[in-house]
């Protein structure tokens, strides 16, 4: 009995060896490509530093949260800080984009006026988007953007995020467009709970009168 295989079979078989031995290596190259490159950007990331722009319950440093009853008024504050609590903002802009986001969750802020730094131009609305731009450039460690006399609305106590951040590119003043954080601030409210449930008595008390 002749056991050989025909030659064009064996030719057949050995060019789709080969061929599945380069798939593999393509696969293996790619993968290790991705992996150098997630290494190089891991790396820059670590390495980078970004300013923070968004909200603070100071208007000179980064506070993080607030104290409120319902219906009362207080500021919150728009500013750009430096990249860390121990170091002060040392970029030069022109022209900063900023956004006030909405409260999370349950509960709405509202802004019944608005103080904005004079050194810069404004336009927008806070909710919207605002871009503040200066004809000079601002150089401050701490630049005050605005400041926002707020209310918060909710049907029950409780902590709320409100956040703020880029709306836009910056532009400092070597033309760059830094990368900016966002920045949020946590709301306590008290006042919402019993106010809710003492309408809800007198609303049944009402029925029986």
Not at 116 to 122: T, W
């Amino acid at each position: 009995m002749n056991n050989s295989r025909p030659v064009s079979r064996v030719k057949a078989r050995r060019v789709s060896d080969q061929k599945s031995a380069a798939s593999r290596q393509w696969l293996y190259l790619t993968v290790a490509a991705a992996a150098l490159l997630f290494l190089v950007l891991s790396v820059s990331s670590a390495k980078a530093q970004f300013p923070r722009l968004g909200l603070s319950t100071s208007p000179d440093h980064y506070e993080d949260s607030i104290d409120v009853e319902l219906g009362e008024i207080f500021e919150l504050y728009i500013c750009v800080f430096g990249v860390d609590e121990d170091t002060p903002l040392d970029q030069e802009f022109s022209s900063i984009a900023w956004v006030l986001h909405q409260v999370c969750c349950g509960a709405a802020l509202l802004v019944d006026e608005v103080d904005f730094n004079p050194n810069f131009q404004h336009e927008g609305l806070p909710t919207l988007g605002v871009i503040s731009s200066s004809e000079v450039c601002v150089d401050e460690p701490v630049i005050l953007l605005a400041t926002l006399h707020s209310t918060m609305i909710a049907d029950e106590d409780g902590p709320y995020l409100v956040a703020a951040g880029p709306y836009q590119e910056a532009v400092d003043c070597e033309g760059n467009n830094p990368i900016m954080m966002g920045m949020a601030i946590t709301v306590n409210l008290t006042g919402a709970t019993t106010s809710s449930e003492s309408a809800t008595w007198d609303t049944v008390k009402a029925v029986y009168r």
